[in-house]
């Protein structure tokens, strides 16, 4: 499966750039400047990236990505697949502690996976095929799949809500709800959250490495840092001068039109991450106006993508009009299935479709946040668009976090604003679950969808998805806008830095002669 995304590769260029020339010194506190407050620190539970972000430096999964964005082991020690590639049976590395000193055995990973696979919408659409999942001894977990699946390693390596392994006793504690303790086995252990403030992560003393290079986020992780503090700043342009000032190492979702001033910056590097997301509005096909297909249609066809991406990222650099799901950088899944539905600037067709579906003016919820600044700014110019088409817009401006909250209650929006990152196998792809806040939920797609999990043929996995794209424009599944490259800022002390799709610290460090 290399071939996939061997050009994602290419493309990102500064991905997974080694730093050998330099020596590593261990020590200092890292401060990063994030996007906002995360609304949890439980990576089972939201979908949400700054979770991701965070928490993955103090939990950690049984697989995660190589360079090549393949799964390769990082909790396990590697894997057999028997009966017709319906067993997996993972062994598991011996001596890994958890941050309460407490040995990671078989009796914690059952438990995590389960709950993952109950709660996380990627584990959602994996454990439909899962019979059951058991304990062999202390170091091997049997996966009993239904049917052979192609996307198994790659769920279970997957970052973003992720499946942590966290001791047993926290996932008897959290039942259905999120956990308490936030416990797991990274090379960082949680100390605090002060709200509005920081939380801070502290080197775990007794992390447990594994012994190959690094590669990709898989191999050696080095926590190098005494303390990272991750700190919730909302403003953009704080952001961008604590970075300048030297208060904060890193500023991330930093404004695409600050990019020239960046590099004119003393000390400080200018990082685009490339592909990083797409933009889009989710639409809510559980309950309210839209589960009306018409006035569905009627949204995009009203749009002009091209205004509205300008508007949320400025630079042409900073963003593309393609209305694909996977990014063309991943040949293998990129298609033009449903491309004439993309990017119609048509308010004619779009005023026709008001009119048959009786539509009578009533407000278009559509929550947003300035916390990301496009977001706001991609919904402003779409709400002037669909206003000239006939539509009327409640446009509700929150913080990211009440967003995440809000969006998981169909009776309180029509519309919110995000963006979708990159994922390597398209049947994991948050973006077409049916589980997911928006819920769309059509027979024809969501049994295309278990197919692609089944299938473990390339060209018969491709055609498949071929569909699911075609029926995503032809439902209006989502309605995505484009293609869009982050811009964060780095001091040039940081060192070890990867500029990557996925944010993460460990390897990295200080160079405190600067």
Same mark, same amino acid.
């Given at each position: ?5 061997l ?10 750039? =080694? ?5 590593p ?9 994030? @996007?906002?407050?995360p ?14 972000q965070?928490?993955?430096?103090? &939990?950690?999964?049984?697989?995660t ?7 390769? %082991?990082?909790l396990?020690?590697?894997?057999? @697949?028997?009966?017709g ?7 598991l ?9 407490? #040995? ?6 059952? /438990? ?5 696979g ?14 059951v999942? #058991?304990?062999?001894? /202390? ?5 009993h799949? !239904?049917?052979?699946?192609?996307s198994?390693?790659?769920?279970l390596?997957?970052p973003?809500?992720?499946a942590?392994? &966290? ?26 959250h ?16 594994? %012994? ?10 080095v926590?190098f ?39 004119? *910056?003393?000390?400080?590097?200018a990082?685009?991450?490339? /592909?990083? =997301?797409?933009?889009?509005a989710?639409?809510?096909? !559980? ?9 569905r ?7 002009? *993508? ?21 990014? %063309? ?15 119609q600037?048509?308010?004619?067709k ?6 048959e579906?009786?539509? =009578? ?5 559509w929550?947003t ?12 110019v779409?709400r ?26 169909? #009776? ?16 994991l ?7 997911? /806040? ?6 024809e ?48 002390d940081l ?20």
């Amino acid at each position: 499966m290399a071939r996939i995304v061997l050009a994602c590769v290419l493309v990102l260029g500064l991905t997974f750039t =080694a730093h050998a020339q330099e020596q590593p010194k261990p020590g200092g506190v890292l401060k990063a400047a994030m @996007i906002g407050e995360p609304p949890s620190l439980d990576l089972h539970w939201t979908t949400a990236v700054i979770v991701q972000q965070i928490t993955w430096h103090m &939990y950690e999964t049984l697989y995660t990505y190589d360079k090549g964005f393949d799964p390769i %082991p990082m909790l396990a020690e590697g894997h057999a @697949i028997t009966d017709g590639g319906r067993r997996y049976t993972i062994r598991l590395r011996q001596g890994v502690r958890f941050h309460n000193g407490k #040995e990671m055995t078989s009796a914690d990973v059952v /438990p995590s996976l389960n709950r993952w696979g109950r709660m996380a919408t990627p584990g959602k659409a994996l454990w439909k095929f899962v019979e059951v999942v #058991e304990a062999k001894g /202390p170091y091997e977990v049997v996966i009993h799949l !239904k049917e052979p699946s192609g996307s198994l390693l790659y769920g279970l390596a997957r970052p973003n809500n992720g499946a942590a392994i &966290y001791p047993k006793e926290i996932m008897e504690a959290a039942g259905t709800g999120q956990v308490k303790e936030f416990i797991g086995t990274g090379p960082y252990r949680f100390v605090e959250h002060k709200p509005d403030r920081h939380i801070k992560v502290a080197r775990f003393k007794d992390y447990v490495a594994r %012994p190959e290079p690094p590669d990709g986020y898989g191999g050696k992780r080095v926590a190098f840092f005494d303390e990272i503090l991750f700190v919730p700043v909302p403003d953009v342009s704080v952001r961008l001068a604590g970075v300048e000032t030297g208060e904060y190492h890193y500023g991330q979702q930093i404004k695409q039109d600050q990019y020239d001033r960046i590099k004119t *910056m003393p000390g400080v590097s200018a990082r685009v991450i490339r /592909p990083s =997301a797409w933009s889009t509005a989710v639409i809510n096909h !559980k309950q309210g106006l839209l589960t009306d297909k018409r006035l569905r249609q009627a949204l995009q066809a009203a749009l002009d *993508m091209e205004p509205i991406m300008a508007a949320g990222f400025g630079h042409k650099d900073f963003y593309r009009l393609d209305g694909a799901v996977m990014f %063309p950088e991943q040949p293998a899944w990129h298609t033009t299935a449903g491309f004439e539905l993309y990017n119609q600037k048509n308010q004619a067709k779009a005023q026709k479709l008001l009119r048959e579906a009786g539509y =009578a003016g009533q407000p278009i919820r559509w929550i947003t946040t300035q916390e990301y600044q496009w977001m706001y700014k991609n919904a402003l110019v779409a709400r002037q668009q669909l206003e000239g088409a006939g539509f009327k817009i409640d446009l509700q401006v929150v913080d990211w976090a009440t967003l995440v909250q809000r969006r998981n209650k169909p #009776e309180l929006y029509e519309v919110f604003s995000t963006g979708f990152t990159f994922g390597p196998d398209p049947a994991l792809a948050t973006s077409v679950q049916c589980n997911w /806040p928006g819920w769309w939920c059509l027979e024809e797609k969501d049994r295309l969808m278990d197919a692609l999990i089944k299938e473990t043929d390339l060209k018969k996995r491709r055609t498949l998805w071929e569909r699911v794209q075609q029926l995503f424009h032809e439902d209006v599944g989502r309605i995505k806008f484009g293609d869009y490259f982050s811009l964060d800022a780095v001091r040039k002390d940081l060192k070890g830095f990867a500029s990557t799709p996925e944010l993460y610290f460990w390897n990295a460090w200080l160079d405190t002669r600067r």
